[in-house]
């Protein structure tokens, strides 16, 4: 198994779904601030004050995880890590550490309680032989 990335920090559950919609709002070349990531995702951050939106988006920046640009009066938000590489080292880190170092019992766990379905487990063998040819 591939090892956990030395400098990988895991964002709480707040700075996470900020961290995300900044990914999404970047990938659409949408110019991203504050004010548009709560009007655009109501949903998910829509509740919170525009001061606590700010304060997750500095904790961010500290973090290394965005950069600010600062246009007139605005501040906009550029990612610095790829989700990517966020999402591969946040799966790599639970699975070393909830399941042992151990994939298939995430596997196996998940398909116990019909997260994955037989579809799935066929689609990823596919996508396993694809990557295995890509390989030889």
Do not use: C
Not at 8 to 14: E, Q
């Amino acid at each position: 198994m591939k090892k956990i990335d030395a400098n990988f920090t895991k964002l709480p559950d707040s700075e996470l779904k900020v961290m995300q919609i900044i990914w999404d709002m970047y990938k659409q070349k949408k110019e991203v601030d504050a004010g548009s990531m709560i009007e655009e995702y109501p949903n998910v951050i829509g509740h919170l004050k525009l001061t606590t939106v700010l304060t997750l988006i500095s904790r961010l920046n500290e973090k290394g995880f965005i950069r600010s640009e600062k246009q007139g009066r605005i501040n906009y938000y550029i990612p610095l890590v790829a989700e990517d590489q966020y999402k591969n080292a946040a799966a790599a880190e639970f699975v070393e550490n909830v399941y042992k170092s151990s994939p298939i019992s995430l596997m196996s766990a998940l398909f116990d309680i019909g997260v994955i379905k037989k579809e799935d487990i066929d689609e990823f063998r596919k996508q396993i032989l694809e990557k295995n040819n890509d390989i030889n």
